[in-house]
């Protein structure tokens, strides 16, 4: 996936469409955006504009709920031999997708030992932690993904301010991101991390709509069910 510039006129949809924030509606909503600024609080106190170590560990984490989510969603469509309308391919391919930036950042920040450490650590934990979430509520799930990747759009864009500000070196892009997103022989690594915020902003978006999904179809239910209790009220006052 190249690169695409986007004219003068465009740019400030642009920008609205990388900050744009999903307001949280409910009691699920609250609990994975509060969930997510916790983590965010840790990050920043942990690594603070040391992005590129940032990156490296939080990709880590990033790349596991997709996985996740498709393994239970792949094991709930064998159970009940029904068809997963596409979420598998979409969550696995995010998966994959967040594997790649990780790769691509153990190349620019080549983490030390400890930081090794924090990533086999941080993996491990968040593996089981992430799938109860998802057993308990897919939509918080989802939610939290949502959110976690609003907050990596932030990140990102706080990075290339440094690039682009001169605060961090700017070096050639490693041949990893230029073969997997397809970007000129001489790019930098602003283009990487440009092309890596457009990533994470498809998650957030993707993310965010699978909880609405999941939340329209629990009011569905919940107003059917409500429905035959009222007919079946009925029938018996007729009755």
Known sequence: MAHVKISISNYFKFMNDLNKHFEPKNFSDKVALSFTKFLRLLADTFFKKRYGHRAVV????????GMVAGMLIHLKSLRKIEDDRGWIRTLLEEAENERMHLMTFVHIAKPTAIERF??????????????????ISQRTAHRIVGYFEEEAVISYTEYLNELEAGTIQDQPAP????????????????DVVRVIRDDEAG???????????????????LYEKKEKVKKEKAEEILN
Do not use: C, G
């Open 203 to 221: 998650h957030r978006d993707v993310n965010h709509q699978f909880a609405d999904l999941i939340n329209l179809k629990k009011s569905k239910n």
């Open 58 to 65: 939080l990709e880590t984490v990033a790349a596991v709920p």
């Open 175 to 190: 041949e990893i991101a230029i073969n997997y997103w397809n970007l000129p022989l001489h790019a930098t690594l602003k």
């Open 118 to 135: 924090i990533i086999m650590l941080a993996q491990f934990i968040f593996i089981f932690t992430y799938a109860i979430i998802y057993l």
